[in-house]
């Protein structure tokens, strides 16, 4: 049995509460339900009571003894991050791409060269299980350290039934055996693959008949997710493959209008896809059509700023009325990093978003976007105890002194894992 832990003294306690039944929207975005001078107490793995200090010390006095005590006094206190779009398993790294990008070439250019998304199948084909297990959970360790809790993790640099299943698997055992939860998503429509690029439609088909059918029967992912893109998937490529996965209780989740316009928020709306990702240039019509679906946007400011393309802008979704949530989008082609704070950061700078509303799309509105609300995203009585404690006295110093990493503390289900 692990100790009871109380948290005390939290100049700022931002507990998001209120928002786990639908994505908060709008004005909501920067309500945080804030309490100062604040107090939790976390008991076998979930939160039992959150108030104010004066509050804790009234029902818990008698028990304070049995208490790992945690004082946070001039510190804030936030709901454990959440990162709803990473590829976290992959093998290998492509800092050659990065260079030949600063020189001048395309990310698509050195895609349909072989490199890109071809470069990291190819690696993560030839790596065993236990080689793809080892450099993600690297990887995992890191995101832990910057204050996340959960993450989503994509297959998609298999493309193969045997290679897909491998990295899921992976993914699998990671959750089980690290402190950081995962929840994954099936992308065997990540790119068309090599020995197909002549005829795309049978990869399609194979992906629709063999891979999503096997995938749903082994229960290795909960999503279902595709790359529609100029010269990667049609929207109607996209929507046979995400009606495909849904007939199998797989969630559509597309990566849409990242390069190009491409009618990608408008398929998301038109199919009830759980979120739409990226969605640099969605247009005006696809995102009316996303808030009026109630299409989550996933934002990942991290991939635009690192393939040095204008962002997504986060602001005229929000004040269009679409449910924003933020993620690192991990990957070692357009956004390399593990880093959400960093994220949150680039969301105030890069897409005119508040302080209060990053914090929002990194905790509650992340939980919906990966189906967890009712169990992670705010601290509230009853929920999962994942708790992320940070080394500045409110949210606004946390966006304000950017590029740092201020995690002090975490705790995952009740237990301080970072310390
Ligand atoms: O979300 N855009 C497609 N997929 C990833 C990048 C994958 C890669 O370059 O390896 C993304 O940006
Ligand atoms: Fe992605």
Redesign the pocket.
Known sequence: MTRPVWIRHASQLATLAGGSLSPVTGEGMNELSIIEDGSVWLENGRIERVGADSELEEVYRDRAGEAEIIDASGRLVTPGLIDPHT?LVHAGTRQNEFNMRLNGATYMEIMNNGG??HA?TAATRNASHEQLFDQSKKRLDLFLLHGVTTVEAKSGYGLTLEDEIKQLEVAKRLDAEHPVDLVSTFMGA?AVPREYKEHPDAFVDLVISEMIPEVARRKLAEFNDV?C?RGVFTPEQSRRILEAGALHGLLPKI?AD?IEPYEGAELAAAIGAVSAD?LLRASDRGIQRMAEAGVIAVL?PG?AFFLMAESANGRKMIDAGVPVAIST?C?????PTVSMPLIMNLGCLKMGMTPAEVLTAATINAAHAIRRAHEIGSIEAGKRADVTIFDVPDFMTLQYRYGVNHVHTVIKNGKVVVA
């Open positions: 590829h890109g998304i990291t990540h790359f893109e990566h990242e990226h990942l991939t989008d990957n070692p082609g357009s956004s």
